[in-house]
């Protein structure tokens, strides 16, 4: 079973915000967040991960509620390249990766 | 860096025949994993290798074998495609990092099975 939910789609302006929400209500103490995408066709790229500090890299920030039920991946200024799906993932008791359906995000000009 | 690197990119097949898909890293990871995408799903766990000489089953093993004979290579094999296995294979290491989870990917090898 997945452990997290994101919505299906979303657009966003080119040059805005892009805000991804995920939910994981199910989600341990110990338990990353992760964050995925994929640009059409190319393989999967890493963008971020969490714990429970919000944290910030060149490509995004990842915010995590105090609870840490939920998260949101914050694109601050969205390109079109940015286009792609994107997966939030809670990694298993392996540390497998488990990619559901996603985000599809479209950054529209 | 390479980084991941696959081959080949594309491949026909016939039902029956049966292929290796080449998988390196240069990027001296333990971890590396096979992944299958069909179109509009996202990624299925086949076979995974928490290093050289060690193999284990993910979610959809079943017609697919691998190894991992050097520790920069992985290899996965079909000994008699089907048309169930039109797919893009997409291959992945990570380092041996406790609590970590991030994997680098290759480009996909697209599997056309008639």
């Known amino acids: 079973d997945a452990k997290t939910t994101q919505p299906t789609s979303m657009d966003c302006a080119e040059g805005r915000a892009a805000n991804l929400p995920c939910n994981h209500s199910?989600?341990?103490?110990?338990?990353?967040v992760y964050w995925y995408r994929q640009i059409h066709s190319q393989g999967p790229q890493y963008i971020i991960h969490?714990?429970?500090n919000n944290e910030t890299n060149e490509m995004a920030s990842l915010i995590i509620t105090e609870d840490r039920k939920s998260s949101t991946l914050i694109l601050p200024h969205a390109t079109l390249r940015d286009t792609a799906v994107y997966y939030c993932?809670?990694?298993?008791?392996?540390?497998?990766?488990?990619f559901g359906g996603g985000t599809r995000l479209m950054v529209k000009p | 860096n390479a980084g991941v690197t696959q081959t080949p990119k594309f491949r026909v097949l016939k039902t029956g025949q049966s292929m290796t898909l080449l998988c390196a890293q240069d990027?001296?990871?333990?971890?590396m994993y096979w992944y299958r995408q069909d179109p509009g799903m996202g990624l299925r766990l086949i076979h995974y290798?928490?290093?050289?000489?060690?193999?284990a089953k993910g979610e959809v093993p079943d017609g697919y074998n691998v190894s991992r004979l050097k520790k920069q290579n992985f290899l996965l094999g079909l000994e008699s495609a089907a048309p169930s296995q039109t797919s893009v294979y997409f291959c992945?290491?990570?380092?041996?990092?406790?609590?970590?989870?991030?994997?680098?990917f290759g480009p996909g090898t697209r599997l056309t099975v008639l």
């Open positions: 992945a290491s990570s380092p041996l990092l406790a609590g970590a989870q991030e994997q680098f």
């Open positions: 199910t989600i341990s103490g110990n338990e990353y």
């Open positions: 969490g714990l429970k």
């Open positions: 993932i809670v990694p298993d008791a392996g540390n497998m990766l488990t």
């Open positions: 990027m001296n990871h333990e971890y």
């Open positions: 290798s928490v290093g050289e000489g060690t193999t």
